[in-house]
């Protein structure tokens, strides 16, 4: 196999900038779901992984993904092949050997399906080790990050106006695009605000949805989002370091800065509660262990507490798309027939217009041809 390269250390980075037919070049531990539907959506060609995408940690998703769409994996090749390729390089893959110009540069093992199936054996077992990880640090950092987030975070001045209006906040996690789908008539008719976090302003734009409001680091949101009008929320560390700052100001595009512990789900979530939301619906969120792992994070304290303080206001996009029944014009069908039931009858009875609609049914019995 054959093709050019694009090199990227973050894998929701690299899947915004790839072209399709291209080597993905990552280092990703423990690739994950989002990351390897971000380079199967992008037309990836194969994938070269610097680091162990299986390192039986966890049950991750991302290797099974690629797998099921027929992406080579190609693993633990080493982190010297950033300093061996750049961009649009050719290089050749064969069995576990990448090279370039007949020259093998480097060699890794090739991931298949036994291997994956192996390996999520083995990571099985190791999760009940992992689970009481996860919680002893959930419970450390709640107790640390409890008087941030359940105090008055300061938001700045929101163009659009959230009072008692729904507001739609969309992550680009595991099944985004089935809830956007599932969400449309209830959108069309609610009429919400719509915020992006990070890649969800770009879901929502490839779903014909303009967001209002993008909240995030701005590392996997595309520039055309950034300079899509949405008011923009940099996502900044409680100590004020903000890893999106530079990017913005590089696109001379306005912006605010909010420090806050947590992921910048939450710091949406939030938001839209502090700015007085009637109801919040997350679409593509992040709830279970195994999403917070893929996502680098050791524990859910911010999105426990988050939760805690939302309260009933919050609702998963999948539970709306249940419970909520449009309120158009296919759903009087049923009663309308009904009532006309009684006003034909009598039409169809009473003179004269008995003698029309006995002709128009004999009419009807001749073209079907019942006589």
């Given amino acids: 196999m054959q093709g050019k390269v694009r090199l990227g250390k973050r894998t929701k980075e690299l899947a915004t900038v790839l072209e399709p037919r291209e080597i993905a070049v990552i280092a990703h531990e423990d690739l994950d779901a989002v990351g390897a539907a971000g380079l199967i959506e992008a037309g990836v060609l194969a994938v070269i992984n610097a680091c162990s995408s299986l390192t039986c940690r966890y049950p991750n998703l991302g290797p099974q993904m690629l797998w099921d769409h027929q992406v080579p994996l190609l693993d633990n090749v080493g982190e010297r092949i950033f300093d061996l390729l750049t961009d649009g390089d050719l290089v050749e893959i064969q069995g576990r050997k990448v090279l370039r110009s007949g020259e093998i540069i480097c060699v890794g093992s090739v991931v298949t399906d ?21 919680v002893t640090n959930t419970l450390d950092y709640a107790l640390r990050e ?52 990070d890649g969800g302003a770009d879901a929502l734009i490839a779903s014909g949805y303009r967001p209002h409001i993008i909240v995030g ?20 560390y409680p100590d004020g370091r903000c890893p999106g700052e530079e990017r913005l100001a590089r696109l001379q595009v306005p912006y605010h800065v909010v420090a806050a512990p947590g992921t910048s789900e939450d710091l949406g979530l939030l938001l839209a ?3 007085g939301a009637d109801l919040i619906v997350l679409v593509g969120s992040h709830s279970n262990m195994i ?6 994070r050791p524990g859910m304290a911010s999105t426990f507490l988050t939760r805690l303080k939302i309260g009933p206001i919050l609702l998963d ?3 709306v798309s249940e419970l909520y029944r449009p309120s158009g014009s296919l759903n009087a069908v ?38």
């Avoid at 008055?152 to 739609?168: E, G, H, Y």
Wanted: glycine fraction near 6%.
């Fill in 334 to 371: 049923p009663v309308i027939l009904a009532a006309l039931i009684p006003i034909l009858l009598f039409i169809a009875l009473a003179s004269p217009w008995r003698h029309y609609i006995r002709l128009l049914w004999l009419q009807l019995r001749l073209i079907a041809g019942w006589l």
């Fill in 273 to 275: 509660h502090e700015e």
């Fill in 217 to 236: 680091d701005m590392d996997s949101v595309s520039d055309s989002a950034l300079r899509s009008g949405a008011q923009l929320i940099a996502h900044a």
């Fill in 146 to 197: 409890k008087e941030v987030l359940l105090g008055n975070i300061a938001f700045p001045v929101m163009v659009a106006d959230l009072r008692r209006k729904t507001v739609v906040v969309v992550v680009r996690g595991i099944g985004y695009r089935e809830d956007l789908k599932v969400l449309g008539p209830f959108i069309q008719e609610a009429r919400p605000i719509m915020l992006g976090v």
């Fill in 114 to 134: 036994y291997v994956i199936k192996e390996r999520h054996r083995l990571a099985t077992l190791n999760l009940p080790r992992e689970l009481d990880r996860f």
């Fill in 317 to 319: 996009a999948k539970k």
């Fill in 291 to 296: 999403d917070f792992l893929e996502k680098g």
